[in-house]
C-alpha cells in the first residue's frame, strides 16, 4: 500500500487550496492510498534556529516537536502533496519554516560540499492558488512564483514533481470550474501510477 502526505498551507478551512488538496485526498483513497492529511497553520513547532548543527549530527536540536513527527512521515512516504496560497509570489510562512526545519531530513551534503537528496524516488505535486487572474498570475509570477519556490526545495530534496494545479483570480472566481476538478482526479491518479 502507498503512503502520501498531503501538506495543506492554507489557514482557511474551505480555501480553493483545501477543496482541492480534498478532491486530490478522495481520489487517493479510491485507489487504496494511505495518507496523511496535514494542516500545516495548525502545527506547533519552533522556527529553525540556524545553528547548523543538523547538518553534522542529521537530527535537529530542538525537542520533539511536530516539525520532526511530520518530517518523520515525509520519510517513509512514497510521495507528497504540497498546497499553498501565493503569498507574495511565494508559499506562506509556516510552510517555509516547516521546510527550513527539515533540511537534515530532505537532503544532506557530500564532502565535496554538494548537496544530495535523500527523497530521491518519490514523487510529488504542488498546488496553489492567487488573486491575480489568469494569465497574469503565470506572467508576474505570483502563483508560478510559488510553485517555484516549492519545487526549489522538493527537486533539491529529490522528489521528482509530477503535476502541477495553479487557480489564479480567486478573488473574483471563488468556486473551482469543472476542468479544475478533473486536472485534481487526474494528477492524483499520475502520482498514485507505478510508471
Not at 8 to 35: H, V, Y
Not at 167 to 187: F, H, Y
Amino acid at each position: 500500500m502507498k503512503k502520501y502526505v498531503i501538506l495543506n498551507a492554507s489557514p482557511r478551512k474551505n480555501s480553493n487550496i483545501s477543496q482541492m488538496l480534498d478532491i486530490m485526498r478522495n481520489e487517493l483513497l479510491a485507489l487504496g492510498a494511505q495518507l496523511h492529511y496535514i494542516d500545516v497553520c495548525k502545527l506547533q513547532f519552533a522556527p529553525c534556529i540556524g545553528c547548523m548543527k543538523c547538518r553534522s549530527d542529521h537530527e535537529c536540536i530542538q525537542p520533539e516537536d511536530d516539525a520532526k513527527r511530520v518530517l518523520r512521515l515525509v520519510q517513509e512516504c512514497d510521495g507528497i502533496i504540497v498546497g499553498s496560497p501565493c503569498y507574495w509570489g511565494n508559499m506562506t510562512g509556516q510552510l517555509k519554516m516547516l521546510f527550513d526545519r527539515w533540511v537534515y531530513g530532505l537532503m544532506d551534503h557530500k564532502e565535496s560540499g554538494y548537496p544530495q537528496p535523500l527523497q530521491k524516488g518519490k514523487k510529488a505535486l504542488i498546488v496553489t492558488t492567487c488573486t491575480t487572474p489568469w494569465p497574469f498570475n503565470i506572467i508576474f509570477k505570483q502563483s508560478a512564483g510559488t510553485v517555484r519556490a516549492i519545487k526549489e526545495v522538493l527537486c533539491w530534496s529529490g522528489f521528482k514533481i509530477v503535476g502541477t494545479v495553479q487557480k489564479g483570480g480567486t478573488c473574483k472566481i471563488k468556486e473551482l470550474t469543472s476542468k479544475e476538478i478533473a486536472k485534481c482526479r487526474k494528477i492524483a491518479g499520475k502520482i498514485h501510477c507505478t510508471h
